[in-house]
C-alpha cells in the first residue's frame, strides 16, 4: 500500500477546524486593533481584512457543506480560562493581549456562529494542540481527517497543521479559506506548510464532497 496525503475525505471520519475567526481578530471592534484610528488599522491590517471579504464567504460555503454532509464542524478561538488571562502562555504574554474568558472578543464571528451542538475550544497558545484537549476529544469522535480553515495562516494555522500531522492525522489545508496580514506571508506560510498536508482550494473541496 502506498501511503500519501493526497486522499479524499472519508466523511465519518473527519472534521472541519475553524481556528481563530473570531471578534478579537476579524472584526474591526476586535480588541487586537483597540486604539489603533483607521489609518494605522488600514497601514497594518487592510490588506487582511480585504481578504476576509472573500476568505468568510468560503468559510461559510464550508459551513454549510459539511454540515449538509453531517461532518463534524469545529471552532478555537483565542479565550483564556481566567478574566487577567493569568494561564495564558508566556508567549501571549509577552505579546500583551488577552482576550478574557466569557468575553464579546472570544466569541466566533457571527457569520460563522457555531450551531448549538458544535464545538468550541478555547486556547492560550498558538496551537490548539498545546492548550486544548482537542486531540482527545477527536479521537473520541473517531476522527482521521482533519481539514482547517482560519487565521492567521503563518502563525496558529500552521501551527495546529504541524501538531496535527505529528499525531497522526492526515491533514488538509484549504489555501483560500486562510489568511494572514500580507501576500508575501501568505504564499510563503502555504509553500512551507505543503509538505505537512493535502492542499486544496474551497472548490475543490466542495467538488470532493459533493462526489462522497
Known sequence: ??????????????????????????????GE????????FAQKHGWLFQQLETVIPRMQALQT????????????????LTKDGRDRSLDYK????????????????DQIAPAEDEIVLPKSSSSVFVSTHIDY????LGVKQLVISGLLTD????SAIRDACDLG???????????????????????TIKGYCRQV???QLLDELQRS
Not at 486593533?33 to 494605522?40: E, K, N, P, R, V
Open 1 to 30: 500500500m502506498t501511503l500519501t496525503r493526497n486522499l479524499a475525505l472519508v466523511p465519518s471520519q473527519s472534521a472541519l477546524l475553524f481556528i481563530d475567526v473570531q471578534n478579537f481578530s476579524a472584526h474591526r471592534d476586535g
Open 33 to 40: 486593533f483597540a486604539g489603533l484610528s483607521d489609518a494605522q
Open 65 to 80: 457543506a459539511f454540515r449538509k454532509a453531517q461532518i463534524e464542524v469545529m471552532y478555537t478561538t483565542i479565550e483564556s
Open 94 to 109: 509577552i505579546t500583551g493581549f488577552n482576550v478574557a474568558k466569557g468575553s464579546w472578543d472570544g466569541k466566533v464571528i
Open 137 to 140: 476529544v477527536l479521537r473520541n
Open 155 to 158: 502563525q496558529c494555522v500552521e
Open 169 to 191: 492525522y492526515l491533514v488538509t489545508q484549504v489555501t483560500d479559506a486562510c489568511a494572514t496580514e500580507t501576500q508575501a506571508r501568505q504564499d510563503n506560510s502555504l509553500s
Open 201 to 203: 482550494t474551497t472548490e
